[in-house]
């Protein structure tokens, strides 16, 4: 999976050449759609194929950093984990089609997926066990090295183009995403952290993001 990933990465640069061609450079930040949840944030840099069509094509490279909370989980007999905090890094490759609208003001629909990987993730919480005799009971606080794997995080968006200057444009753009694992994906016991509550492999989340559109020469 990982050279399907690297030929994908490569394949945006093959553009630079070709008119009818945009770039989009974008700040943001995610937030999980949980009720115990911590503010994210990522940056991007895309390729939009057919930029000036109705249809456009998109896809780059983005590096997005998320951080969750669960409260506890079970975690085997007689064992539990409390106050996880989960914070990994996750670099990914968009492909979306973009439907466009308006003429100097514009406004897109778009629509696709996020094939990603874990490139640093970190968890920590307590442990709590008790052994076999009454009284035998032990908490410690633990910080592990977290890697999740692969991610596929489909997504929506609509967004807002303003004109700043004759090739550039500021854009913002709401999106929502739904993470989830690969690794882990249906395989709850072999995330090792709990069931299907548990943010660690799969979660919704609302990003917004904000930057520059730039345009294609004219012709």
Same mark, same amino acid.
């Not at 503010?39 to 840099?45: D, E, K, Q, S, W």
């Not at 089609?97 to 990987?117: D, Q, S, T």
């Not at 920590?124 to 908490?139: E, L, M, N």
């Given at each position: 999976? =990982? ?54 094509? =998109? ?21 539990? /984990? ?21 003429? /100097? ?43 999740? &794997? ?60 904000? &930057? ?8």
């Amino acid at each position: 999976m =990982k050279k399907a990933f690297i030929i994908l990465l490569l394949i945006p640069f093959g553009s630079w050449t070709q008119s009818n061609t945009g770039f989009e450079f974008h700040a943001s930040v995610n937030h999980p759609l949980a009720t115990s949840a911590f503010l994210g944030g990522g940056i991007g840099a895309n390729v939009l194929f057919r930029d000036t069509s109705v249809l456009s094509l =998109k896809t780059g490279l983005e590096v997005n950093y998320f951080h969750t909370w669960d409260d506890r989980i079970y975690a085997g007999h007689g064992s539990s /984990r409390t106050d996880l905090y989960y914070k990994y890094a996750v670099v990914s490759i968009p492909a979306f089609a973009r439907l466009n609208f308006g003429n /100097r003001v514009k406004f897109f629909l778009e629509a696709g997926a996020y094939l990603g990987f874990c490139a640093d993730g970190r968890v920590r919480y307590t442990s709590a066990s008790s052994g076999s005799f009454p009284g035998d009971y032990s908490v410690t606080t633990q910080q592990n090295t977290y890697n999740p &794997g692969f991610f596929l995080i489909p997504a929506a968006a609509i967004g807002i183009r303003f004109p700043i200057s004759e090739r550039l444009d500021l854009f913002i753009k709401p999106e929502f995403a739904f993470v989830q694992n690969l690794r882990f994906s249906g395989n709850q016991t072999g995330a090792g952290y709990g069931g299907d509550y548990d943010f660690n492999y799969q979660y919704t989340y609302l990003r917004l993001c904000v &930057g520059l559109h730039l345009k294609p020469r004219a012709r």
